[in-house]
């Protein structure tokens, strides 16, 4: 009976937390960037639908799903209709193992608020997802049976297995430091501003950030869908609420990357001073409440750098992309990972 | 039947399934996408072993890395070049052929696999196997870690040098 109560508990745990993705990164995140990019740009922005526009977003999916859906005549149809399924599928699998806050204890039983934040190999399936997300969009690119489409799938998964891997090698210098490959854990290392990783690892942090603006395929290094080349890349021939899927996955992909780089660099939900300070208990509900508060807003003000650098900084060419992967980041990364090892070495 | 065996044939019908794809599959776009799954269920089986690292690794390697590079070329072979890359009907001949060795080696399997003495571990599965594996690859198994990455640093070279060569 155990093991139906520990599903029933994960069920749960993902419901809630799908909603939350959808809703908050997902929705608020296309919100978001409408009305900062008219900021940025000296206009109002959305503010028809609901207060300050914030409906804006479900008004546009309602749209998306009474369009007509369209599949080419030369598109291969199977393909066609899997890609935005796993684009969206794997966007979201990854908060599997995002801590959200500390454990709260109940009686005399622990809850982890997340459905296996402990997975010890927590970091590892993240990238392992990563790697997976290429297929939606490689395969996107290759059913539509448009040259467009495809050189969009191509560029993608050749922008997004080049940086995979200077990514990859920054995370090695927070794992060397925490010790373990845990989400949990790495976070737990971090309890106070002093102590978050991006002290000690300013490089790497840096590293990180570059690439993971590659890999959610953002400004600069929006290839895959440059309009003025590719007409709309690996997603042209795709409408209504299949092309809402590469949208939403979009906006999940960047939250996802946002919350990675707070649980690495940033703490995590960790306040940046001791909860003690603050007179609240270890382990108890409002503490948990007030970790997650600071963990959204962590995640939210990535979210906004993502978007201010959208509408701030023009697009890469691609050999420029692919000399920047690998001439600069790959072996920085490198460096940073002989840099870190000398001085773990050193200090113990 | 036990939960345990429940988990564990659901991912033997999904490899196995999936494998059978991609072997009859006419289309070699639906091949290599098939092989996916079959990677993915071993990857679960890997994970019902306790192998977590293991799981993981294969996932990254093989579904991150091999198979990608697999359905690139399939994609840049078979759609611009305008030759659908299909595979046709063979002669009975051949079937045949290819029948008795499958067969042989089939059987051979069968008979390698039911008189093995299978080693069960009485030990408790580690909480992670990572730290483990790191230790014994750098002192243990130092000599053929350092072989395979020594060899695959010369392929790396070798396939960039041939690349290179024409310009």
Known sequence: MDIIWTLLEALIKAVVILTLILLFAAALGVWAERKISAWIQNRIGPNR????GLLQPFADVFKLFMKEDLIPKAADKTFHRIAPIITLGIAISVYAVIPFAGDVQIGDKVYHMGIAPDLNIGILFVLALTS???YGITLAGWSSNNKYSLLGGLRSSAQMISYEL???????????????????????KQDVIWRWN?????????????????????????LPEA????VGGYNTEYSGMKFGMFFLAEYANMATASAIMVLLYFG????????????????????????FLNFMLKIALFVFFFIWVRWTVPRFRYDQLMNLGWKVLLPLALLNVLLTAIGIWILK | MD?????????????????????????????????????????GIYVLLNADFIAVTQIMIYIGGILILIIFGVMLTSRITGVDIKSGTTGKVQIAFAGVISLVIAITLIFLFANTKWF???????????????????????????VASVLLLIAIIGAAFIARRKS
């Open chain 1, 49 to 52: 639908v609901g207060p300050f």
């Open chain 1, 132 to 134: 997976v997300g290429v």
């Open chain 1, 166 to 188: 200077s990514m990859g090698l920054a995370l090695v210098g927070v794992l060397l430091i925490a010790g373990s490959l845990s989400l949990n854990d790495i976070v737990g």
């Open chain 1, 198 to 222: 991006v002290i000690f690892q300013p490089l790497g942090f840096i590293l990180f950030l570059v690439s993971s603006f590659a890999e959610t395929n953002r400004t600069p290094f929006d």
């Open chain 1, 227 to 230: 309009e003025p080349e590719l």
């Open chain 1, 268 to 291: 995590g939900w960790q306040l940046p001073i001791p909860a003690e300070w603050l007179g609240l208990q270890q382990g108890s509900i409002s503490l948990a409440i007030v970790q």
């Open chain 2, 3 to 43: 939960i345990f065996s429940i988990v564990f044939y659901l991912f033997a019908v999904i490899i196995v399934v999936s494998a059978a794809i991609v072997v009859m599959s006419k289309n070699i776009m639906y091949s290599a996408f098939s092989l996916l799954f079959t990677f993915f269920g071993v990857a």
């Open chain 2, 120 to 146: 069960t571990s009485e030990l408790k599965p580690h909480q992670s196997t990572i730290e483990d594996i790191g230790k014994e690859l750098l002192t243990n198994y130092l000599l053929a870690f350092e």
